[in-house]
């Protein structure tokens, strides 16, 4: 995102291992005007697929997007059994923050934003408790609280995704929202809800990882950045970070220094996917670099 | 360990907390003319016990070991209902390394041995498998090795325990040593057997941990230095270090990287166990710094 | 800072080592009914010097500061020629932030403190450009625009000071401030003025040291707190941290990547000092943890 | 390195950036039947300048070496106007390791060596000083002491260049070799000489970088692994690791802390070079992953 890749397409695909695939792709781009600005490309000899990330320059590009798929189909895709996502990255992405009490990512994320770091939009603020309201009134975005219990929950998800819907939302951001997500909203949006945990998963998935790591005396804590999935703490993991604690820091003080971990290993994850440099398959992510 | 320590001793004690007992043992040493050169101390208040450790120069000091159990015990240790160790640092430590197949922690041990980096004795090497003898022979030590079945692993071991005492063992090294070892011997060497763990414990417990790191597709892998305790990757964990991965790593990579992080997070809890930094309560570990 | 070290106190000392200090300050605490939570010390052997912070719970101690200054004087100053400063924990420390045209730090300051996470009073704004005052006025804070030419620094920054000391400021924190700040302004706040420098000191001090980085190839690059002193770019260090960098990275991402350093090592620097966990001594800090 | 790698062959290539590069080579490689099995490119943007790494099995490749050179020269490199080098892999390289006292580097890389995780052939040891003879005769390599003082340096160093060429030497380690290298052996092996620096350079480059890093009072001490050139610790820098260290840490603990990086940081450097992964520019280095 931001200015320089205004005029940029990137496509993300993946197929079975063959030789000349890169050979193909460049041609085929090469062919149509494309000026390449990266390429990276990762073959996982082991599932014998191959994964491939191109950027170029739509400047003096000759294929539109529908002209794109079509060409693309003809020429690559069907030969090769590629899956594909193309994206055009001019338009920015359209992102809703699910938060509940605590606010340091929440302040984190919109603070990007405010400041034009990350060029995106973020049409509103999703909660299940009143509590953070004022932070998103400062900064001048509607808050939506939607109280949940398990009575209530589908029909207030389904409200949410009527919302999120209504928005045209790209992508869901998972910012310390202390409620499971159901699977109706999950499939609503797969592959584009990113949560943060506050732990290295999988150690510590579930509910109060800090007292979890303190009972066990760890020496690192971590944080993770995940798609979410409907198996919890269990989705393709795009980023992880540590830091170092010692027996001196009691649960309060493991909860103080990770949530300076969460805010910048939740923000690394979404950037990632703004950049489109994240690839799924079967539970792990590719993430190029 | 190492020259500039060889006339001190250390003092490890941990105790209900109660105001002044800094005061008391630091009276006690001053009256007995130690110069203490290193103390630190630490309360959990969640337990409400206190720790500390105390080092001092031997130079001055009035009371030999037997002198000194008797006058800490009346002095501090019954008023305040201190457990506590004495170490002089002088000895240097036995050490026994338990090795398998792999070789990296062995010679990384054996080098900051051999080079007169830690002030340590290694009287012997203990495997289940013929293939370090050669590495054992270039460094001169004996080398001992026990096949183990289900069915002689009890007559094994008893045979490793008695050949672990008659050499004066103080400290058993579990140097990437393949085999799960007994209550029996776990009991003869109460928190003085040192494991490495090829993963940021508690996840990837058990065999296998990059299989399983590969397959979960984190993004960094760990290694974990803990006291061994009859739970199965469970004791308490000394030191812990992790280190950044992509998806362009193969398990064989993950192998690979994580062999350097296991060296090092062995040496390091090796290393603190030393120089008496350590101590065990409730399943956790102080680490003095 | 925070709730519960509301009703505390602080001791920070160093004196020339000698046998019996620690006994000495302890005997003398417990003397006055102070409940010790946390005592570190430290010797530095090289120089001959020994520090010491306590910390001690307020609540039936029986002395206020003007009674503690002599009694401490009297017991123990005098004696072990110690130089010593006491910091009852209760009153917030108050902040002036100095900013440019950069936010990242400063909204990160400002979340930390609107959030709570931080105990601390921000009176005021102080920048050399009028671009950051949106922010300030979001946060309902006053912002102080001062445009220093060289012909109006002296005068500016008179000014400046004025309103540092009508405001009570404790604390000046230098977040992103493009400008070199002079000797007067350093006087007047001598060890109270925290600059954060986006590069691992010594290496690339000055101007542009993103590019400077990027031009030397290194594979890290850093951020580092310091106490601000009138050599430029060298007081003692507080906090550093570093992230790794490949050739990938244009002087853009370094800077992109190095904003997140900046704000996490600012923040902990500043945190170290609200805890009163730093002693400045012949150009380097002792940080007690 | 290493078995999988054993019939594979590396191009390292730079050249103008220009469309149609990658298309190009991999339709090249593909025509003469190469399965490529890993291609990273790289487009310096600010230089104008484009560099690949691409490796590709042998079994079915229809060039040898000769063949491979001329075919390529008129198909691509006259065109583009690249510099390239082409490595068949199944050769392993042969380093000479340059010691003088201190041993830690050096077990480390005869051990990674002796163990088979490196395939790499060390055909001699060279050094200043009779110290770590011992070590090489233990581990059956030959060990040649060339004893340097300002009047015999360029004699001898003669004499060294001349044993390591006679010794068909590709790469020489400066694993801890405390002398500087004059220009006539640097330009005997250009970009073949690796050393470790015990700094994260550019801070304190030149000599006692562990006193200088204590005087400094830094919170982080590093290690730099550089190619050598004319310029004193000014090489590119190929890789550099830190570890956190605190005010207890005096320059003897700085050292030992230092140490353990110092081999980490010096295997990886190499390992990057026996990988063919490293490319140099202009005093910087592509590091391929």
């Given at each position: 995102?931001?200015?320089?890749?205004?005029?940029t397409?990137?496509?993300l695909?993946?197929?079975?291992?063959?030789?000349?695939?890169?050979?193909?792709?460049?041609?085929?781009?090469?062919?149509h005007?494309?000026?390449?600005?990266?390429?990276?490309?990762?073959?996982?000899?082991?599932?014998?697929?191959?994964?491939?990330?191109?950027?170029?320059?739509?400047?003096?590009?000759?294929?539109?997007?529908a002209?794109?798929?079509?060409?693309?189909?003809?020429?690559?895709?069907?030969?090769?059994?590629?899956?594909?996502?193309?994206?055009h990255?001019?338009?920015p992405?359209?992102?809703?923050?699910?938060v509940s009490?605590?606010?340091h990512?929440?302040?984190?994320?919109?603070?990007?934003w405010?400041?034009?770091?990350?060029?995106?939009?973020?049409?509103?603020?999703?909660s299940?408790?009143?509590t953070?309201?004022?932070?998103?009134?400062?900064?001048?975005?509607?808050?939506?609280?939607f109280?949940?219990t398990?009575?209530?929950?589908?029909?207030?998800?389904?409200?949410?995704?009527?919302?999120?819907?209504?928005?045209?939302?790209?992508?869901?951001?998972?910012?310390?929202?202390?409620?499971?997500?159901?699977p109706?909203?999950?499939?609503?949006?797969?592959?584009?809800?990113?949560n943060?945990?506050?732990s290295?998963?999988p150690?510590?998935?579930?509910?109060?990882?800090?007292?979890?790591?303190?009972?066990?005396?760890?020496?690192?804590?971590?944080?993770?950045?995940?798609?979410?999935?409907?198996?919890?703490?269990?989705?393709?993991?795009?980023?992880?970070?540590?830091?170092?604690?010692?027996?001196?820091?009691?649960?309060?003080?493991?909860?103080?220094?990770?949530?300076?971990?969460?805010?910048?290993v939740?923000?690394?994850?979404?950037?990632?996917?703004?950049?489109?440099?994240?690839l799924?398959y079967?539970?792990?992510?590719?993430?190029?670099?």
């Amino acid at each position: 995102m931001g200015g320089p890749n205004a005029q940029t397409a990137t496509l993300l695909m993946h197929c079975p291992d063959r030789p000349g695939v890169v050979a193909a792709v460049t041609r085929f781009l090469a062919g149509h005007g494309a000026n390449i600005i990266d390429l990276d490309q990762h073959v996982d000899r082991a599932e014998g697929v191959f994964f491939m990330r191109v950027k170029w320059e739509l400047d003096g590009f000759g294929l539109d997007t529908a002209g794109f798929g079509a060409a693309f189909e003809s020429a690559i895709a069907d030969d090769f059994q590629a899956t594909w996502q193309l994206h055009h990255d001019a338009r920015p992405l359209r992102m809703a923050l699910f938060v509940s009490k605590m606010s340091h990512c929440l302040y984190d994320l919109l603070s990007r934003w405010q400041s034009g770091e990350w060029r995106v939009e973020i049409p509103l603020i999703i909660s299940n408790h009143e509590t953070l309201r004022p932070v998103a009134e400062q900064f001048g975005l509607p808050f939506h609280c939607f109280a949940i219990t398990p009575e209530t929950k589908a029909e207030q998800e389904a409200r949410e995704i009527a919302l999120l819907e209504e928005n045209g939302i790209d992508l869901v951001i998972l910012a310390r929202y202390m409620q499971i997500v159901s699977p109706q909203l999950i499939n609503a949006f797969p592959q584009r809800i990113i949560n943060i945990h506050h732990s290295f998963l999988p150690a510590f998935a579930g509910a109060k990882p800090y007292h979890a790591a303190h009972a066990r005396g760890v020496k690192i804590i971590g944080a993770t950045s995940h798609y979410v999935t409907e198996d919890l703490d269990a989705g393709p993991i795009i980023e992880q970070d540590v830091t170092r604690i010692t027996h001196r820091d009691s649960v309060g003080e493991l909860v103080r220094k990770g949530q300076d971990l969460e805010k910048l290993v939740l923000a690394r994850g979404v950037w990632a996917h703004l950049q489109r440099q994240t690839l799924v398959y079967r539970n792990r992510t590719i993430v190029f670099s």
